[in-house]
């Protein structure tokens, strides 16, 4: 089968913060270095799917979920000079506020301005669909997903001046119908199992890296090298049976 295969890298925060969504700032930049001296080119989601489909060899593509402050502050400064792109998943009613949804951090950790968000659009950053309020999608009927991504695409256009081509569920949490409505228009959306993109995969149900896997550097190099199969397979593990024990 012809096509080539992306690792799509999962952040949150970046910050010096405890938990799995917050990755310290030098540490964050040590993996962006790695990756920007690794030879792998770096993808916009914009073309994902091309690559996914008829592209060859490894690839990249770099995203953030929730919109925290710190990715203007801390992150995308680290991006810019290394000429790296990402994208930026935003909880349209949260911004210009904080985090107020399950699982928020005490004391809860500050989102971005919409005023920041245009900046950073003005100077290159990407921008997708990540509800309106960051809803558990898979805990609502079709009519209720609707509108959360409805919302969300109606803010996105007022404020940046064009809607959102790509969604990442809050969560990760996804059903038949959300992903029916997520591809109704919508080049990708991005979930939280965690594998290597390829071209069999389902374009509106991605895997991702979440990156808190990676804190250990010379295990991020493995993985840039192409040695970090083994690794992925353990953590897959880890995650079923930490699921089938919750």
Not at 205 to 211: C, K
Not at 214 to 228: D, K, S
Request: hydrophobic residues 40%; aromatic residues 6%; charged residues 25%.
């Amino acid at each position: 089968m012809m096509g080539g295969t992306v690792d799509i890298l999962m952040y949150h925060s970046i910050a010096e913060a405890p938990g799995p969504t917050s990755i310290a700032p030098e540490l964050f930049e040590a993996q962006m270095m790695a990756l920007a001296t690794s030879g792998l080119p770096v993808l916009r989601m914009d073309d994902v799917p091309a690559h996914l489909s008829g592209g060859q060899g490894r690839a990249v593509a770099i995203t953030f979920d929730d919109g925290f402050r710190d990715f203007a502050e801390v992150a995308w400064p680290v991006l810019r000079r290394l000429d790296l792109s990402a994208m930026v998943y935003l909880p349209t009613d949260c911004m210009d506020g904080t985090e107020r949804w399950d699982g928020a951090h005490d004391p809860p950790r500050p989102l971005m301005t919409w005023n920041e968000v245009r900046q950073l659009a003005s100077d290159g950053v990407d921008f997708g669909n990540h509800t309106a309020t960051h809803s558990d999608l898979s805990a609502l009927d079709e009519a209720a997903i609707a509108n959360e991504l409805g919302t969300a695409d109606a803010r996105m256009q007022r404020e940046l001046g064009r809607r959102p081509l790509h969604c990442a569920p809050p969560y990760g949490r996804s059903s038949d119908a959300a992903r029916r409505i997520m591809a109704r228009d919508r080049l990708t959306s991005v979930g939280t199992r965690l594998a290597t993109a390829g071209p069999s995969s389902d374009l509106h149900d991605l895997p991702r890296l979440e990156m808190y896997y990676f804190t250990n550097l010379i295990r991020w190099r493995a993985h840039l090298e192409g040695r970090g199969g083994l690794y992925l397979q353990l953590r897959r593990a880890f995650r079923q049976i930490r699921s089938q024990i919750s």
